[in-house]
């Protein structure tokens, strides 16, 4: 009798899953996301990436946008080899994102890796990011080119993120259009710790963004241009000239854009995409985003494919001026 009963179940379920399967064509997937998400940050803390990943993380965690939560993982090194190769390693894993610098292009090229940014899932660019030219406030210099000009009788200690990395290439990117002398450059762990060296003057100039040099300014340091296409919408960096405005025709950004794993699967794709398209509608990011002078951008799909093949070979480009490819 106990088997009759126990046989009898088992059909009932059967027959209510192939009910299911032949009304709804397959047995209805749990909705993405079904557990919390990694997010992978290819820096230390302190800097750009870390305090753009862990804002993005608080707006979800005000909002609810998604019902799992986020969590931010520092994975620094290797010049973001490091986090690169951690999430190459999660083929297929639909619950981890990473935030990119321009090092996302640069490091494969840079350090002849088996891998490039075609390896990975492009699901958003946030943003565009800003380079201002920064000084102490008890600087000489009063404009960007009065800098320029002492840069050419001598060698400035300047100081970056990194060797051979985004701050660097701007360094070698106005050795070669402007004829100064060759800058001493420091390399540092991370953008927060580079902005601490201005304001401790074991710098005299650098260059990144202002949403690592910002909260010293204008206690600190000043910004005398900025090395993009248009001026900086920020309050308070209005007056900032572009480099182009005083005659140094210079213009880079900073990429801040969102990669998986590759191997995700589309309902997550799309999950990430609709996560990102509410993110950047906030009043919160929109309000950070104007006072860290972004650039807004929010390109998925083929335009974002189409944006990281220009922005690739310009890198292509600038790194073999420099000498540091063939």
């Known amino acids: 009798m106990k088997k009759i009963r126990q046989r009898s179940s088992f059909l009932l379920i059967t027959v209510l899953v192939c009910a299911s399967v ?7 997937e ?12 290819m820096a230390g803390t302190g800097g750009g990436a870390d305090r753009y990943a862990r804002f993005l993380i608080s707006i979800n965690t ?26 190459l390693s999660q083929k297929g894993n639909n619950h981890m994102m990473m935030i990119t610098l321009n090092s996302f292009l640069t490091t494969p090229l840079f350090q002849n890796l088996p891998f490039n940014y075609k390896s990975f899932t492009p699901l958003y660019l946030v943003a565009l990011d800003n380079f201002p030219l920064w000084v ?6 009063k404009t960007a080119m009065e800098f320029i000009e002492d840069a050419k009788t001598r060698s400035i200690l300047v100081g970056g993120t990194g060797s051979k990395q985004e701050d660097e290439i701007v360094w070698r990117t106005i050795e070669a259009k402007m004829g100064t002398k060759p800058f001493k450059y420091v390399p540092y762990k991370g953008g927060g710790d580079v902005a601490k060296a201005l304001v401790g003057k074991e710098v005299e100039a ?3 963004q202002v949403s690592e040099a910002g909260p010293f300014y204008p206690e600190f340091t ?4 900025v090395f993009q296409e248009k001026r900086l919408t920020a309050e308070g960096y209005e007056n900032v000239p572009t480099g182009n405005e005083v005659g140094i025709p ?11 794993p590759p191997g995700m699967s589309d309902e997550a794709v799309k999950g990430f995409i609709d996560l990102f398209d509410k993110l950047v509608q906030t009043q919160m990011w929109k309000d950070f985003a104007s006072k860290s002078g972004l650039m807004t951008d929010g390109r998925t799909g083929a335009e974002f494919n189409k944006f990281l093949d220009t922005f690739n070979q310009a890198h ?10 063939k």
């Open 136 to 141: 102490h406030k008890d600087a000489k210099w």
């Open 222 to 225: 000043r910004p005398l241009c």
């Open 22 to 28: 032949f009304l709804f064509g397959e047995v209805a």
């Open 62 to 87: 005000k909002d609810k946008l998604i019902d799992e939560a986020i969590l931010p993982v520092n994975k620094a090194g290797g010049a973001g080899a490091v986090a690169m190769q951690y999430v």
């Open 206 to 208: 650098t260059v990144n």
């Open 250 to 260: 210079i213009e880079y950004t900073m990429m801040r854009g969102i990669f998986g």
């Open 316 to 325: 292509i480009e600038t790194m073999k001026a420099a000498g540091w490819l």
């Open 30 to 41: 749990a909705a993405w996301p079904e557990r919390p998400i990694e997010f992978i940050i």
